[in-house]
């Protein structure tokens, strides 16, 4: 049971900032996602809770205990590495064991709490084996299960699964998910992958150079991003952004003019998603007339993508829906749909 | 397994790659496989101007200390079997009958168990058994090759040899554990340290390596004779003279032998994924205690490796031991060097040989034994790749 506080926390390596003020509380048994490129600085701060790497400025606060001189091991932390880091001298059980070993818990309950982690993760019949036996996905488990093995305070992941495949990556992930709805433990889990993200997280950070973007509910973060690198980061595809001017409610750019749209005159960029806009009829009443950039059939609806507004914009349209490159096509965009953002700080214009 | 025609090796690249490996070889090979000749033969023999009288050895024969066919193919057979023992019936045996947490105890008294029975069997019971069979067989059991182990007798029993071999013993073993015991610590602390002050340690290190031997030995010798006068004002009376001392050689040895051993366990702890050391920090462990509990397992075969090279240095070191050790403390490389500069009649000449063919004879040993350590890939499976 822990509440995670980082008070203006922050990491510099000489004149390089690897995360700046980073300020924020992690309620007890919550799953709190870090979302963001590389070099964003997730892992830092993440390894900083750890105890890995050292915080500059600041303080965390784990359970209302400051435990920035602590060791890693006195945390009451258990970490997944992206790359396992599993014993490769020690079969599966004896990896799992390993915690409970070095923390001389009593022997008498390692054999029953092995176990029980290692069924957590389904990998009793594996146990007898070397890591080096192993698939990738039941090394990631073993690592999952030597985490789980302690029942600590706080769980951190770093991208435990950008190592798996595709499929596997989607099964591990409910596993995950499911672990922790049953342990009931703080996590801190690092991604890249927005959709990692959006299904895991009870509320996702979104950061960019070692700066918070937005913190919030995978929903708040899909539906009214703070800013256009969020509104460009989430979502697949990610937020239409088209740079234009507003003058008397319309937005009007190359190719694009949108009413009904209410903000500060001035140039602006707006942003929509693909899936709120469809196709309409080419006219005066489809706010933007292109011809077609390209078209893929993604299997349950068609993409089409036109150039407007200087960049290219997508939108799905029926599965059924053919047209060929470059025939012109009319796309709806209603005004309800459409995200102002002021174009030179990116920052979200709210009305 | 079949290899793609695509990356099979022309023939002519084959044969000649081949038959470059098996000149190598013969190179190679050749000087060892001379002295053994040469060690089990009358000086006459050892030292004639037709290498096929030194291979046969007539006038050994002539003596009365030949082999013939029968015992020949004899004794290859129970050099065969010996060795299909020790390959494969030993290790069995031991891992029967020896507890697991005594397997090293158990290793070590069954091998003397075996080498003991060896010698008994080998030069105690098949010498008067075979002359006995010989008699008897006529034409086969005539000696046709010349053979004699009185040299190796002369050199251990009679030169006392095994007192070089007991002070080599005592100085590599002194120089190796010492050199692996500062170069893993030294090493894993390089390794993992990214400050700039552990890449000047490690050029200086280079530069001492380079230096030759000549100067530190040159350097140290005053200073050892004179050991007990400068030692005095501290340790009293007790003060000793370190010249002629073995501790002073391992000294020596050590400091122009530990540089290597650092820079090449270093580049074996770097090979060691830094997440092992971070998973264990966060599961629990102390600096020392991740070190000993989870590097170190996976380190043994690059401290192996290292120690293989470390006790070949001590093991064939001539230049320090020679000028820092007198006479009576000598090791076995200096002694052989002493043995061919006396000025000696050509009996001396062939026990020089002998005891030369002798001190290889651990060497064959030790990688031996070591041979499946030394290969990497311990830590396949602790991290992806």
Partial sequence: MAEIQLKNVSKRWGSFVGVDNFDMTIADREFLVLLGPSGCGKTTTMRMIAGLEEATDGDIVIGGRVVNDLDPKDRDIAMVFQSYGLYPNMNVYENIRFPLKVRKVDPATHDERVMRAADMVELREFLHRKPAELSGGQRQRVALARAIVREPNVFLMDEPLSNLDAKLRVSTRAQIKNLQHELKVTTIYVTHDQIEAMTLADRVVVMKRGVIQQVGTPTEIYDRPANTFVAGFIGSPAMNLMEGTLSGGTFSGDHVSISGLSGPDGPVTLGFRAEDAAVAETGPQAEITAPVYTMELLGDATMITVKAGGALVSVKASKDYRIEIDEPVGLNIPAEICHLFNQKTGARIDV | ?385
């Fill in chain 2, 1 to 385: 397994m079949s290899v793609p025609s695509s990356m099979r090796q022309p023939m002519a690249l084959r044969l000649s790659s081949a038959g470059f490996l098996a000149f190598w070889c013969v190179i190679a090979a050749f000087p060892i496989f001379w002295i053994a000749v040469m060690s089990v033969k009358d000086p006459v023999d050892a030292f004639a101007a037709n290498p096929f009288e030194v291979i046969f050895g007539p006038e050994t024969v002539a003596s009365g200390r030949g082999l013939s066919i029968v015992s020949i193919v004899v004794g290859i057979a129970v050099l065969w079997a010996a060795i299909h023992l020790a390959l494969n019936t030993l290790p069995r045996l031991i891992k029967q009958y020896s507890p697991p947490h005594l397997l090293v105890v158990g290793w070590i008294i069954g091998v003397l168990v075996f080498a003991l029975g060896f010698l008994i069997v080998f030069f105690g019971l098949l010498p008067p058994v075979l002359s006995a069979v010989n008699t008897v067989l006529g034409p086969f059991g005539k000696p046709i090759l010349g053979m004699t182990t009185e040299h190796y007798r002369a050199v251990w029993v009679d030169n006392a040899f095994y007192e070089n071999f007991i002070n080599s013993l005592i100085i590599t073993a002194g120089v190796v554990t010492v050199s692996l015991t500062v170069g893993t610590l030294a090493g894993y602390g390089l390794a993992r340290s990214g400050s700039n002050l552990a890449f000047w340690i490690l050029i200086i290190a280079l530069v001492f390596r380079a230096l030759p031997h000549s100067v530190l030995v040159a350097g140290y010798l005053p200073p050892f004779i004179n050991s007990a006068e400068i030692l005095r004002p501290i340790l009293g009376d007790a003060a000793p003279t370190l010249y002629g001392q073995p501790w002073a050689v391992i000294a020596v040895l050590v400091s122009i032998n530990q540089p290597f051993t650092i820079w090449m366990l270093r580049s074996f702890f770097q090979n060691i994924p830094t997440e092992l050391d971070e998973a264990a920090r966060v599961d629990g462990c102390t600096h020392f205690q991740a070190f000993r509990w989870v590097i170190m397992p996976v380190m043994w075969p690059g401290v192996i490796t290292t120690g293989l090279f470390s006790f070949l240095l001590a093991y064939n070191d001539y230049l320090v031991c020679s000028l820092l050790l007198d006479a009576q403390n000598q090791t076995m490389v200096p002694a052989i060097a002493g043995y061919f500069n006396r000025e000696t009649t050509t009996t001396d000449q062939v026990e020089a040989v002998a005891a030369a063919v002798s001190i290889t004879a651990p060497l064959f040993l030790l990688v031996m034994i070591f041979q499946r350590q030394i290969v990497s890939g311990l830590t396949a499976g602790a991290v992806k790749g």
